[in-house]
Nanobody
């Protein structure tokens, strides 16, 4: 089971990026998906999560209205569309998956599988 996150980079404030999380060895459609981030010197924090059906999505207050989590089951890939980026969004972003959860969780310890992280840097 592997998750590979990619799509990070350097972007100016107000810009957009789309992160991808490609899964292998597991059918992503049967997993709860989450995105987390960790800024330098800070703890890992919840960003967004999605139910198996993709109808249930949840966001941290800091990204609500700017970020969108989604998935393409045919491609076995999840996404995080990030718009109106701010310097405080700078962090390493991680995707996570779990097939035991009943509903999406904002707690990182509840996810079994993690991608390696992709760095997003937003310049002011």
């Amino acid at each position: 089971v592997q998750l590979q996150a990619f799509g990070g980079g350097l972007v100016q404030a107000g810009g957009s990026l789309r992160l991808s999380c490609a899964a292998s060895g597991l059918p992503l459609s049967t997993y709860i998906m989450g995105w987390f981030r960790q800024a330098p010197g800070k703890e890992r924090e919840f960003v967004a999560a999605m139910s198996r059906s993709a109808f249930g999505t949840y966001y941290a207050d800091s990204v609500k209205g700017r970020f969108t989590i989604s998935r393409d089951n045919a491609k076995n890939t999840a996404y995080l569309q990030m718009n109106s980026l701010k310097p405080e969004d700078t962090a390493v972003y991680y995707c996570a998956a779990d097939n035991r959860l009943e509903t999406p969780s904002r707690w990182s310890y509840e996810y079994d599988y993690w991608g390696q992280g992709t760095l997003v840097t937003v310049s002011s």
